[in-house]
């Protein structure tokens, strides 16, 4: 009996019979594949909710999203030479005006170019609060956003934009604590001492 993988579960392969499913074998498989699914979807799973995005249409919906939370945002946030024309207009056009008349602060921490410098001069009509890491210690190739119960991963890259979004509040807990960390050894750097007294909330990780 052949064994095959179906969404990461091993499943025996149904036996033939004359060339036939053996009487029964449909059923049997059905409820084996059904019943580990079921479970998942179930509202009580203590499982996080996970959910997988691709293309500009995904990226779009992860940031609608990110709107639509009303909760504040810690960013680690990635530039990308070649920013997508699309998404790019989704951003000067809904994104960053929504987020402007929201009023809900957010905090970035970005790698130390000349373009991301030019991105912070919109930091107080944003509520934002920007610092910077030299890229060639920590380079960013992805962007990551915690607010509210989630954490959102976005690859900005036109050869893979995809992304990931994890809905458990322990793991948002636990990488708003990662970023507070980050951000408080970035605000000791020479680069950012205009925001060196400029602590993270203590209250968006607890």
Partial sequence: MQEIDAAGLRLAQPPLHGG??????????????????????SPQSQLPRVRFFEGVDG?????????????????????VQQFDHRLKEYME??????????KLPSWIIYNDLPLTREFTKLDAKLQRTSLFVPKEDYPFESACHIYGDNVAFLSLHPSDMTGV???????????????R???DAARRLPVNRRNRDRALPIQLVR
């Fill in 181 to 183: 960390l980050s951000w």
């Fill in 93 to 102: 056009r809904r994104y960053l005006p929504a987020r402007a008349a929201s």
């Fill in 165 to 179: 979004r994890v809905e458990n509040a322990r793991i948002a807990e636990m990488q708003r604590t990662a970023f």
């Fill in 59 to 79: 990226i779009i919906e992860m940031y609608d999203h990110v709107l639509a939370s009303g909760q504040p945002n810690c960013i680690f946030s990635v530039f």
């Fill in 20 to 41: 036939r499913l053996r009487h029964g074998t449909c059923d049997e498989l059905a409820n084996r594949l059904v019943g580990p699914l079921s479970a998942l979807l």
